[in-house]
Nanobody, 129 residues
Framework: QVQLVESGGGVVQAGGSLRLSCAFS????????MGWFRQAPGKERECVAA????????YYTDVVKGRFTISRDNAKNTVYLQMNSLKPDDTAVYYC??????????????????????WGQGTQVTVSS
């Protein structure tokens, strides 16, 4: 039903920037909270950033605060992750995910991986030192 297609990954030197995009299709985008997760080799998938249905509420894991910015454009059905001051520890596969919201007044950012209903294929981000 829902398709998520990530783009924008690649190889960058430490201190550089990348912008990830995730194109959403299939259902009504504004009914979904969105999240960016990442998984490094040998580690669990973690929530890096999340955003509520209307973009008013966001969440960032501590290690990316001040460096990453999540945003969404409900007119374009797209969610973004701007990543600045990248570090080698940011190297991972980054996944876009969509969480269908049933409560009409729920505009919160969701961080629980188990709540997310749809996942993209992932895009590799490699930060060299």
């Amino acid at each position: 039903q829902v398709q998520l297609v990530e783009s924008g990954g690649g190889v960058v030197q430490a201190g550089g920037s990348l912008r990830l995009s995730c194109a959403f299709s299939g259902l009504t985008f504004s009914m979904f909270a969105m999240g960016w997760f990442r998984q490094a080799p040998g580690k669990e998938r973690e929530c890096v950033a999340a955003i509520g249905r209307n973009g008013a509420n966001t969440y960032y894991t501590d290690v990316v605060k001040g460096r990453f910015t999540i945003s969404r454009d409900n007119a374009k059905n797209t969610v973004y992750l701007q990543m600045n001051s990248l570090k080698p520890d940011d190297t991972a596969v980054y996944y876009c995910a969509a969480d269908r919201i049933s409560r009409i007044f729920d505009f919160s950012a969701h961080t629980n991986r188990a709540e997310y209903d749809y996942w993209g294929q992932g895009t590799q981000v490699t930060v060299s030192s």
